[in-house]
């Protein structure tokens, strides 16, 4: 009955919404969905790849674009979305994102899916998008702000293991780049996240 009790506890403290549409990718790590009418960008949590151009979060990186690109064929403009906060509400980062783990549905060629037409079946796999990214190589599972939900942990920490094994992505350019994500550890700071 406590297993039970606590499991409800996480269930209600968390925060899912969607579907939404995706509008387009902005980097490695951020999308843009529309939310509630308007455009909304959203931090992808527990991942954090390499930049594709300089700024204030840091240099260019060859690996960036190539983390970009990666991310825009896994959800082309239209697909859709759900997004899922482990908070109790949707928290934003202190450029204004929406701080989530986004999942959706794949079709065949295992990019994300839009929405079903009207009343028609269709089978399809989930996609974690945040895995899918980690899995890749172009992310460790970055636990720099705290450890991700335990039904997100375990993933993670797979996709980062089989990443590493096969040198995906940037495991086999620059590893060391990841290895010195991977030990980045900040207790968060009230107000302050990715």
């Not at 979060?57 to 482990?86: D, I, Q, T």
């Not at 908070?87 to 934003?92: D, F």
């Not at 335990?150 to 590493?164: M, N």
């Amino acid at each position: 009955m406590r297993l039970i009790l606590l499991l409800l506890v996480a269930t209600l403290s968390a925060v899912e919404i969607g579907p939404v549409p995706v509008l387009k990718v902005i980097d490695g790590d951020t999308i843009e969905v529309q939310l509630d009418g308007k455009p909304e960008r959203v931090r992808l949590l527990y991942v954090d790849t390499p930049e594709a151009s300089d700024n204030d979060h840091g240099k260019a990186m060859p690996e960036g674009a190539k983390a970009a690109a990666f991310l825009a064929n896994l959800l082309p403009a239209g697909c859709v979305v759900r997004l899922y906060s482990p908070k109790a509400k949707l928290e934003r980062d202190r450029y204004g994102r929406i701080l989530a783990i986004a999942t959706g549905s794949t079709g065949p060629d295992g990019r994300a899916e839009g929405p079903p037409p009207n009343e028609q079946l269709r089978v399809s796999v989930l996609l974690d998008v945040n895995s899918a990214i980690i899995r890749a190589g172009w992310s460790v599972y970055w636990q720099k702000y705290g450890q991700a939900p335990e039904h997100y942990d375990g993933s993670f920490r797979l996709a980062q293991d089989q990443a590493d094994r096969e040198g995906a992505g940037i495991w086999g350019t620059n590893p060391g780049w990841l290895t010195d994500k991977a030990n980045e550890r900040t207790a968060p700071r009230a107000g302050k996240a990715p």
